[in-house]
């Protein structure tokens, strides 16, 4: 039982709006009495939580638990990481999802009430989970590296998840990325990409987005990969083109339901790698962040970390 694990709490005060920090007093009554005494940090900026997490595994804590939203995870997730290789490949990661899109919690079913997710932290269950590592070029031109739990995109993913960290996220995750997705499309237009999957030969195309999908949700909701395992050793790769505005508008609710599967202007691939160069600036989004850009390289790590479900 999780009673004798070494627990760690890593929580962004700042997430959902800052209403993470006001009910944190609730929240830790719930996890105290789902997991016994833990011990915890507030987050004070960005990549402080993947600090925090290195920290507490090197101190040996068996269970680091992320209090917030899928950027909060991302970076507790890194923390477990040194480059490709885990640090301590024995420890757990939890979540009680606190943010805007919660895609990755949504898609292991866990409950965005505090009660429901401090009860999956109390049970016995971890699954190995896939990560993605991706080697990419930042904002500012330089060298980056970093891992994924959940959906890495580019294009107009990308550019939404630039724009949505600048609006109020108070009206709801899904709510704020729908909103955003349609003011990015209104002046977006497909881009040239180069994508290199698998063992394939570089395809030259227009995209209008490509998640590479370890699970099967992103963007607050939107069931990108509804065929996704995040155990089965390979990503799930959703293309769209020719997505316009109009499209967006007449065709929304099958980004929710999963059938825009079967729309002709969308393209499933399945790979252990995708490499992406481009000569035009299109923006890379790992679990919901945007971190800089096209060329990527990114590949999976099967089986590479213990997510407590």
């Known amino acids: 039982m999780n009673k ?53 595994l090197a101190n040996g804590f068996e269970m680091v638990v992320a209090v917030g939203g899928d950027g909060t995870l991302n970076e507790v997730a890194c923390g477990f990481f040194d480059e490709r290789r885990p ?24 409950g965005r009430t505090i009660e429901e997710a401090c009860a999956r932290l109390s049970g016995c269950n971890a699954r ?45 995750g899904r709510l704020a990325f729908l909103l955003t997705t349609a003011r990015t499309l209104l002046r977006y237009r497909d881009q040239a990409v180069t994508l290199t999957v698998g063992n394939g030969a570089p395809e030259s195309m227009n995209i209008t987005n490509c998640a590479v999908c370890n699970s099967q949700y ?56 995708v490499v992406a160069t481009s000569n035009e600036d299109v923006l890379l989004d790992l679990d919901g962040e945007c971190v800089g850009r096209l060329p990527a390289t990114i590949e999976i790590l099967p089986a590479a970390l213990r997510f407590k479900i």
């Open 4 to 56: 004798n694990l070494r627990t760690f709490v890593v929580v962004n005060p700042a997430s959902a709006s800052g209403a993470t920090g006001r009910r944190w007093d609730r929240i830790a009554r719930a996890l105290e009495r789902a997991v016994g005494p833990f011990e915890h940090a507030m987050t004070e900026g960005p990549r402080h939580a993947t600090a925090l997490t290195r920290k507490a």
């Open 87 to 110: 640090v301590a490949p024995s420890a757990v990661l939890g979540v009680i999802p606190q943010g805007t899109g919660s895609d990755l919690p949504r898609g292991f079913g866990i």
């Open 128 to 172: 190995m989970i896939d990560v993605g590592h991706v080697r990419f070029t930042g904002h500012e031109g330089q060298s980056g590296e970093r891992v994924f739990v959940n959906v890495a995109s580019f294009g107009c993913g990308g550019a939404v998840a630039h724009a949505v960290t600048s609006v109020s996220k108070r009206m709801g």
């Open 218 to 273: 992103f963007g607050g909701g939107m069931w990108v990969a509804p065929y996704a395992d995040i155990d089965d050793g390979r990503f799930d790769i959703t293309i769209w083109t020719g997505f316009s505005l109009k499209d967006f508008i007449l065709k929304w609710r099958s980004l929710y339901d999963g059938t825009h599967v079967y729309d002709p202007g969308t393209r499933l691939l399945l790979a252990k790698k």
